[in-house]
């Protein structure tokens, strides 16, 4: 979690660097490098795995059902509110019926749906996750266009408020899991989750006026409710299954993530339509703007409400995963 948040860190400074300098294109092409040293590093240096479904065959038709729902979905979010867009991510979840149907009969399935019927910390962490990425992808895309629109910051300026909150974030994270070892990460989790609405909710009242010292306030709240709740979060979803389930609990974390990034700025694409419209964002539209701000971040704040009760609904890990493991992944 701190090296995800650190990476985050640098992000919206180093992206308002190359925007305001080298134009935004020079953000996706200065990833090409990049990739090519993380591809590197991964062939020399990632060695060993645990191979404890040597002998599985893979499914390989689930992970295709799968990969096509998924771009079905995504594809359909970027379209919204066009009816093209809601047909492909109504085809998209038609595909995700199918996945959960096949994975349900397949002798080896990609991914065992048997985890989310049978596990309830399991299946109520990964809800939070969503929940939470849902509501707070959107975030940094909302305020660097109000900072650069609303308050007339250059990129670099914007990028440099923006990075309160992954820096309290990289900061905290590593503490609050190693608390989660000591007290139920249920109880850490719920907290983080609830510091999260409280970092929320004030940007649903950004005016013209806003100072950026509430903003940067706002964000280190943020930061800090993120950072309780996702290391425990992810300590919660391993700690509840069997070791050889450990990949594929980690590939739901990774999962709900990208769902639930893709949500947020679904989310946020959807009330720009509806309160601005498919045009440029100019001084006439600045209004509109503000009030489709508002009322995305009241959306998310209502979000992480209910990721409360949805991490608190989870049970206590150390209560129902003290024994040994079942055939399915949880621990009886």
């Known amino acids: 979690m701190a090296a995800v948040y650190l990476g985050l860190s640098f992000g919206p400074f180093l992206g308002g660097v190359l925007t305001q300098h080298f134009t935004w294109r020079s953000v996706f092409l200065v990833n090409i490098p990049f990739g090519i040293v993380i591809i590197t590093l991964v062939w020399w240096k990632l060695k060993g795995e645990w191979a404890e479904a040597r002998g599985e065959k893979f499914d390989v038709p689930g992970a295709l059902i799968y990969s096509l729902a998924i771009i079905g979905i995504m594809y359909g979010v970027s379209l919204l509110p066009a009816l093209k867009g809601i047909l492909f991510i109504l085809s998209g979840l038609v595909g995700v019926l199918a996945f959960v149907k096949w994975e349900l009969r397949v002798e080896y399935p990609v991914f065992h749906m048997g985890l989310f019927k049978a596990n309830k910390a399991f299946a109520f962490s990964n809800l939070a996750a969503l929940i939470n990425y849902s509501a707070t992808f959107a975030v940094t895309f909302l305020l660097s266009l109000y900072l650069q629109r609303i308050k007339g910051l250059s990129p670099q300026f914007a990028g440099m408020i923006l990075v309160a909150q992954p820096i309290v974030m990289a900061v905290f994270s590593p503490l609050a899991g190693r608390l989660s070892d000591k007290i139920e990460p249920r109880i850490v989790a719920s907290l983080g989750m609830a510091l999260t609405v409280a970092g929320l909710l004030p940007f649903s009242f950004l005016t013209e006026e806003s100072s950026l010292a509430f903003i940067v306030t706002s964000l280190t709240v943020l930061g800090f409710g993120f950072a309780l709740f996702s290391s425990p979060n992810t300590n919660a979803i391993m700690s509840s299954v069997d070791r050889r389930f450990y990949g594929l609990a980690s590939g739901s974390v990774?999962?709900?993530?990208?769902?639930?990034?893709?949500?947020?700025?679904?989310?946020?694409?959807?009330?720009?339509?509806?309160?601005?419209?498919?045009?440029?964002?100019?001084?006439?539209?600045?209004?509109?703007?503000?009030?489709?701000?508002?009322?995305?971040?009241?959306?998310?704040s209502i979000f992480c409400i209910g990721g409360v009760f949805a991490s608190l609904a989870r049970g206590n890990i150390r209560l129902n995963a003290p024994g040994a493991p079942t055939k399915d992944g949880s621990h009886s």
């Open 254 to 300: 990774g999962t709900m993530r990208l769902m639930g990034m893709m949500i947020s700025m679904g989310i946020a694409t959807l009330v720009f339509a509806l309160y601005i419209g498919r045009v440029q964002i100019a001084p006439a539209h600045y209004p509109a703007f503000l009030k489709s701000v508002r009322v995305a971040f009241t959306i998310f």
